[in-house]
């Protein structure tokens, strides 16, 4: 709950300040001038920053991250899947995205009112936490575009060696049309449905991770397993990318969770410490699950425990304190070994780089004890009078709907691409590998 729809609903009640209570004695006129907006450069300096880091996150991050867990005859075609979509999603948001997804509409949908960004100059603000204080729309715009890319580029793990690149295309930008952006709009936009209700999102648990999750396994189920699983080794072909890959990822995270904060304030530090500390959790946490579970702790692990700990502590890192962000990490770790064990076995389905078992599973359990850590008595930033079960209750809402939504757009729009382009490779060209049959080129010469 950290986007501009929420300022509006909080001006009107700033503490005075001792120049404002002398402002109560001043003519009437004065006291009825406005104040003028404030566009502080620390702000802008640290969104245009945070930005920056959340395109790190993606471009090299993401993938190399999922190009290391591949093998070596499809490491090109994950770095070229991850690249397009971004672009892809990045060009859309710009056109048509950003004003559907935080214009003023109704409760699921916003506006075309800012069409092409039609309207929006330099000069134009968007809010902030405070009243009173602005970002240059641009800025936020921007911002959000990152978070558009690489939401729809985490699904690519999912269907990962076997998909056309056409197809993943054009299925992204079903997803990203019917899926994305009422999602993000009934989180975060003005009126949105889940927003109004009291759903705490501050960065994403659901808009992004279980919303990314779901339409990944969907996509796992339909193209089927890979040629050779359970018989050829699927071994990552590369776990120094995947390490390189992970550590951006942490890096790039803190732009993605403390700017969402929108300013450069206690807000973004609290998110900034939360995502440090819980990650260090997870990682801890889902190596000593592996000592236990296989006697030896793997690098493998330790970098996964560190996603799961981002992708939890995501939709927590601005309510909860840094205990709460601790438990919520190692939680995290512990739910996502058995979603990419246990669960994948249960469920059969091919999510060749675990997609819903880490941002699926690890998105739906930050997302639910938010609503746990945010009370005050745990360390949270909740209100004199916080229910943990009523949180809960809203918190399980926002997950439900997000899972129904998106995997019934996912389920439509794969079905779309299968009848339009279909699918999947065909059998030879996934027994070559899709870099030389899809890309006509090898990351590797030797």
């Known amino acids: 709950m950290n986007r501009t729809s929420l300022v509006s609903?909080?001006?009107?009640?700033?503490l005075l300040t001792p120049l404002a209570a002398l402002a109560v004695f001043a003519p009437a006129v004065h006291a009825a001038t406005p104040a003028a907006p404030v566009v502080d450069k620390g702000d802008v300096a640290w969104m245009l920053t945070s930005t920056l880091l959340v395109l790190l996150m993606t471009v090299p991050g993401l993938a190399l991250f999922y190009g290391g867990l591949v093998r070596a005859k499809n490491v090109l075609s994950v770095l070229m899947q991850v690249l397009t979509v971004f672009s892809l999603l990045v060009v859309l948001w710009m056109i048509y995205g950003y004003t559907f997804a935080f214009g003023s509409g109704n409760a699921f949908i916003g506006s075309a009112k800012e069409l092409?960004?039609?309207?929006?100059?330099p000069s134009s603000l968007a809010d902030t936490f405070s009243a009173g204080v602005k970002l240059p729309e641009y800025v936020f715009i921007a911002f959000q575009a990152t978070f558009a890319g690489i939401t729809g580029a985490l699904i690519v793990g999912s269907f990962a060696e076997r998909m056309k690149f056409s197809a993943v295309l054009l299925f992204s930008v079903i997803w990203f049309t019917f899926a994305y952006i009422p999602i993000a709009h009934m989180v975060w936009g003005?009126?949105?449905?889940?927003?109004?209700?009291?759903a705490l999102d501050f960065a994403g648990g659901t808009v992004v991770h279980i919303n990314a999750g779901i339409a990944g396994l969907v996509g796992a189920f339909l193209l089927g397993p890979r040629i050779g699983i359970g018989r050829e080794s699927m071994r990552p072909h590369n776990l120094t990318h995947t390490m390189v890959g992970a550590s951006l990822l942490w890096v790039g995270w803190f732009g993605f969770n403390a700017g969402s904060n929108l300013e450069a304030n206690a807000g973004a530090a609290l998110?900034?410490?939360?995502?440090?500390?819980?990650?260090?959790?997870?990682?801890?946490?889902?190596?000593?699950?592996?000592?236990?579970?296989?006697?030896?702790?793997?690098?493998?692990?330790?970098a996964s425990g560190a996603v799961a700990g981002l992708v939890a502590i995501t939709p927590a890192c601005g309510t909860v304190g840094p205990m709460g962000s601790i438990a919520i990490g190692a939680a995290a770790s512990l739910a996502c070994v058995w979603g990419v064990t246990g669960m994948k076995k249960l469920i059969g389905a091919d999510d060749a780089l675990d997609v819903f078992g880490v941002h699926g599973i690890g998105g739906i359990v930050g997302a639910l004890l938010t609503g746990v850590f945010t009370a005050p008595s745990l360390g949270g930033t909740g209100a004199a009078g916080f229910s943990i079960g009523h949180q809960l209750a809203i918190q399980a809402l926002g997950v439900i709907i997000t899972l129904v939504w998106s995997g019934v757009v996912s389920l439509v729009?794969?079905?779309?691409?299968?009848?339009?382009?279909?699918?999947?490779?065909?059998?030879?060209k996934e027994r070559q590998g899709l870099d030389t049959t899809v890309h006509g080129e090898t990351a590797y010469e030797t």
Do not use: D, H, Q
């Not at 729009?413 to 030879?428: F, H, N, S």
């Open 9 to 14: 609903s909080l001006r009107g009640t700033r």
């Open 116 to 121: 092409f960004l039609r309207g929006v100059t």
């Open 190 to 198: 003005p009126g949105g449905f889940m927003l109004t209700r009291g």
């Open 271 to 302: 998110a900034f410490i939360n995502t440090m500390v819980a990650t260090a959790a997870a990682v801890l946490a889902w190596l000593a699950i592996e000592r236990v579970l296989k006697g030896k702790p793997s690098m493998l692990g330790g």
């Open 413 to 428: 729009g794969y079905l779309v691409v299968k009848a339009v382009l279909g699918l999947r490779v065909e059998e030879e």
